[in-house]
């Protein structure tokens, strides 16, 4: 089945410093990619996405390459910040008969201090 | 725009007793969605409306639960006899379209079952 693999938290960092998080995932086929953010007392939305091999996402600092030879999505940040201590989720969409269907990892917990 | 709204925002039951939980989707998404987020399990996928086709059950954990979406706008997802195992944050979310299309997170239901 599918099924999605993330570096297991909490993750506590300094203001400033270099964030990765790592996601790997298991599918048959090609998935889309993605990376969904928790802020503290609020909903999930999405933080950025990749839909094929080699495709990188992007949004508020953040990327993500889709790696299909190691598959892999691993999010970066080159220095974070406060406000960006929330927990986060990779998940991905199968395609085929999983369409539209997210597969979420267990959420990393990150927590930023200045 | 207003986004996905979710009512009630908490509830308390007591085991065996029927819930009802609602979700009032982004005007114009055709896809709807219900996941369940719980300590144990982390975010599951539970039921997926596209438009008029038949829902994709596939997710939901037994016969007790159910959804359903009325006029292709609201969803309710019923519960019936409770357990203390179904205690979990239930997400709707919608998108435009079915597929790797962003999904809109409500702010969820806590639903407790004492």
């Known amino acids: 089945g599918n099924s999605v693999t993330q570096m297991e938290g909490p993750v506590t960092l300094s203001e400033e410093a270099f964030l990765t998080i790592n996601c790997t995932y298991t599918a048959t086929g090609y998935p889309s990619l993605f990376w969904y953010v928790q802020y503290p007392g609020e909903g999930l939305q999405l933080l950025l996405k990749?839909?094929?091999?080699?495709d990188k996402g992007s949004n508020k600092g953040f990327e993500a390459t889709y790696r299909k030879e190691t598959t892999s999505f691993h999010l970066e940040k080159g220095s974070v910040q406060v406000s960006d201590s929330a927990v986060y989720f990779c998940a991905l969409d199968a395609g085929g008969t999983s369409y539209g269907k997210l597969t979420f990892g267990q959420g990393t917990i990150l927590t930023v201090h200045p | 725009g207003a986004g996905v709204s979710q009512s009630p925002s908490n509830k308390v039951t007591e085991k065996g007793k029927d819930v009802e939980l609602r979700c009032d989707p982004i005007s114009g998404h055709t896809a709807l969605y219900w996941y369940r987020q719980s300590l144990g399990q982390g975010l599951e996928f539970l039921i997926y409306f596209q438009g008029n086709s038949a829902p994709d059950k596939s997710g939901l954990p037994s016969d007790r639960f159910s959804a359903e979406r009325t006029g292709g706008s609201v969803s309710t997802l019923t519960i019936q006899r409770t357990q203390q195992e179904d205690s979990a944050v239930y997400l709707c979310?919608?998108?435009?379209?079915?597929?790797?299309?962003?999904?809109?997170f409500g702010p969820g239901t806590r639903l407790t079952v004492l």
């Open positions: 990749a839909t094929k091999a080699d």
């Open positions: 979310a919608t998108a435009p379209e079915g597929g790797p299309d962003t999904q809109y």
